[in-house]
C-alpha cells in the first residue's frame, strides 16, 4: 500500500499468528507490518499478548473473580515462565473469530517470550505486568457496583492511561533505543516522558471518543461527581469531557514531539501513523455540537493518512505542513 518501505513480511511468531494480528489490531497492525526486522517481532509479541489479556479482561459472562484470577496466572507464566493456567472458561465464552483464536493461542505466545532475547524479553514482561495491572484495576472498580462509576479523581485517570498505554510508550522507546544507538536527537529521559503522554495521548482519545458509550455501560474514565446523572443526561458531563479532551490534544502533541526527534524511517512512520489518527480523530469530535458516540475516522481517512505518515516520515521538512493542518506546535 505504501511503497517508499520495501518490506520483508517476516512472520511475527508464525503466518498464523501474523494473520490474527491483523485480524485483532485494526489499525495498530498498519504501524507493526511497517517496522523493522530487529524489533518487529518483539512489538508484535508483546501486542498480541497485551490483546489476549484485554479479551480476558472483557469476558463479562466471566465472574470479575475469576477473570482476575486468570489475568493473574497469565501474568505471572509471562513473568516467569510456565503455563498460563486454566483458560477454557473463557475460550468457551468467546464467539468464534479470531479473539478466541487468539485466547487459544496464548500458552504458545508465551513460550515465544521465553525465546526472545534476554533484554527484548525483559521489557516485554515489563510492559504487559503493567498493562495486567490496568486491566485488573478496571475490573475492581468498574464490576462491584450496581450503579454507574466514575474514576475519581485526575491522578486515577493518569494512572490508568500510564498502565494501559502509556507504558507502552516506554516500552516501544527503550525497545528502540536498545537497537539504534543514534535512535533520536532528545535525550534518553526527555525521550521517555515524551513517549509516556503519547501513549497516555492516544488512550484518552478512545476514553473521549468512547465516553457516551462507555456512560451507558455503566462507567466513566472521566472523574465525574456523579456518574448516574450523567448517564442520563450526557450534557452535564460537558465541561468535564471537554477537559479531557484539551489534555487529550496536548499528549499528542508530546507524541508529535516525539515523532519528531527519532531518526529510522520506519519507526517515524509507525509513530507518525497513530498520531495522525489520534488528531483526526479530535478534529471530528472537535465538530459535534454535543457528545456523542459513533464518532471514529473511516477506513478510507486511514488509508490516506497512511500515505501522509508515509511521505512525512521519509520527509522531515514537511513536518510543519502536518502541524499546522491539526494546530500542532511546531
Same mark, same amino acid.
Given at each position: 500500500? *505504501?511503497?517508499?518501505?520495501? !518490506?520483508?513480511?517476516? +512472520?511475527?511468531?508464525?503466518?498464523?499468528?501474523?494473520?490474527?494480528?491483523?485480524?485483532?489490531?485494526?489499525?495498530?497492525?498498519?504501524?507493526?507490518?511497517?517496522?523493522?526486522?530487529?524489533?518487529?517481532?518483539?512489538? #508484535?509479541?508483546?501486542?498480541?499478548?497485551?490483546?489476549?489479556?484485554?479479551?480476558?479482561?472483557?469476558?463479562?459472562?466471566?465472574?470479575?473473580?475469576?477473570?482476575?484470577?486468570?489475568? &493473574?496466572?497469565?501474568?505471572?507464566?509471562?513473568?516467569?515462565?510456565?503455563?498460563?493456567?486454566? =483458560?477454557?472458561?473463557?475460550?468457551?465464552?468467546?464467539?468464534?473469530?479470531? %479473539?478466541?483464536?487468539?485466547?487459544?493461542? !496464548?500458552? =504458545?505466545?508465551?513460550?515465544?517470550?521465553?525465546?526472545?532475547?534476554?533484554?527484548?524479553?525483559?521489557?516485554?514482561?515489563?510492559?504487559?505486568?503493567?498493562?495486567?495491572?490496568?486491566?485488573?484495576?478496571?475490573?475492581?472498580?468498574? %464490576?462491584?457496583?450496581?450503579? &454507574?462509576?466514575?474514576?475519581?479523581?485526575?491522578?486515577?485517570?493518569?494512572?490508568?492511561?500510564?498502565?494501559?498505554? @502509556?507504558?507502552?510508550?516506554?516500552?516501544?522507546?527503550? =525497545?528502540?533505543?536498545?537497537?539504534?544507538?543514534?535512535?533520536?536527537? /532528545?535525550?534518553?529521559?526527555?525521550?521517555?516522558?515524551? &513517549?509516556?503522554?503519547?501513549?497516555? @495521548?492516544?488512550?484518552?482519545?478512545?476514553?473521549?471518543?468512547?465516553?457516551?458509550?462507555?456512560?451507558?455501560? @455503566?462507567?466513566?474514565? =472521566?472523574?465525574? +461527581?456523579?456518574?448516574?446523572?450523567?448517564?442520563?443526561?450526557?450534557?452535564?458531563?460537558?465541561?468535564?469531557?471537554?477537559?479531557?479532551?484539551?489534555?487529550?490534544?496536548?499528549?499528542?502533541?508530546?507524541?508529535? %514531539?516525539?515523532?519528531? &526527534?527519532?531518526?529510522?524511517?520506519?519507526?517515524?512512520?509507525?509513530?507518525?501513523?497513530?498520531?495522525?489518527? @489520534?488528531?483526526?480523530?479530535? %478534529?471530528?469530535?472537535?465538530?459535534?455540537?454535543?457528545?456523542?458516540?459513533? *464518532?471514529?475516522?473511516?477506513?478510507?481517512?486511514?488509508?490516506? /493518512?497512511?500515505?501522509?505518515?508515509?511521505?512525512?516520515?521519509?520527509?522531515?521538512?514537511?513536518?510543519?505542513?502536518?502541524?499546522?493542518?491539526?494546530?500542532?506546535? #511546531?
Amino acid at each position: 500500500m *505504501v511503497p517508499f518501505f520495501p !518490506l520483508k513480511t517476516t +512472520p511475527i511468531v508464525s503466518p498464523e499468528l501474523f494473520a490474527l494480528l491483523k485480524n485483532v489490531s485494526r489499525s495498530f497492525y498498519l504501524s507493526v507490518r511497517f517496522l523493522p526486522e530487529q524489533i518487529r517481532q518483539t512489538v #508484535g509479541l508483546a501486542y498480541l499478548l497485551a490483546r489476549g489479556s484485554d479479551t480476558i479482561a472483557d469476558t463479562n459472562r466471566l465472574d470479575p473473580g475469576k477473570r482476575l484470577e486468570v489475568l &493473574a496466572n497469565l501474568s505471572r507464566s509471562i513473568a516467569k515462565g510456565g503455563d498460563p493456567g486454566d =483458560l477454557s472458561a473463557c475460550i468457551n465464552a468467546q464467539a468464534d473469530g479470531p %479473539e478466541k483464536l487468539l485466547l487459544e493461542r !496464548l500458552p =504458545l505466545l508465551c513460550e515465544k517470550v521465553r525465546e526472545l532475547r534476554e533484554s527484548h524479553r525483559a521489557l516485554v514482561q515489563e510492559v504487559i505486568a503493567k498493562i495486567i495491572r490496568g486491566q485488573s484495576l478496571d475490573i475492581e472498580r468498574f %464490576e462491584s457496583q450496581l450503579e &454507574a462509576q466514575a474514576l475519581p479523581d485526575d491522578a486515577a485517570v493518569e494512572e490508568y492511561t500510564y498502565l494501559v498505554a @502509556g507504558c507502552v510508550g516506554e516500552f516501544w522507546t527503550k =525497545l528502540c533505543l536498545l537497537e539504534w544507538p543514534r535512535y533520536s536527537s /532528545l535525550e534518553q529521559e526527555e525521550l521517555l516522558s515524551r &513517549a509516556t503522554k503519547f501513549g497516555q @495521548g492516544l488512550q484518552l482519545v478512545n476514553i473521549v471518543r468512547d465516553f457516551p458509550s462507555d456512560l451507558q455501560a @455503566g462507567r466513566s474514565y =472521566l472523574p465525574l +461527581p456523579n456518574p448516574e446523572k450523567a448517564k442520563n443526561d450526557p450534557a452535564l458531563a460537558e465541561p468535564e469531557w471537554d477537559r479531557w479532551r484539551l489534555r487529550a490534544h496536548q499528549y499528542l502533541q508530546s507524541g508529535w %514531539e516525539h515523532f519528531r &526527534a527519532i531518526r529510522p524511517p520506519r519507526v517515524r512512520f509507525a509513530c507518525a501513523l497513530p498520531v495522525l489518527i @489520534g488528531f483526526r480523530t479530535l %478534529e471530528l469530535l472537535d465538530r459535534e455540537p454535543q457528545i456523542r458516540p459513533g *464518532v471514529k475516522v473511516s477506513r478510507g481517512e486511514v488509508r490516506w /493518512l497512511i500515505l501522509v505518515a508515509a511521505v512525512v516520515a521519509i520527509f522531515p521538512f514537511l513536518e510543519p505542513v502536518i502541524a499546522r493542518k491539526w494546530r500542532i506546535r #511546531g
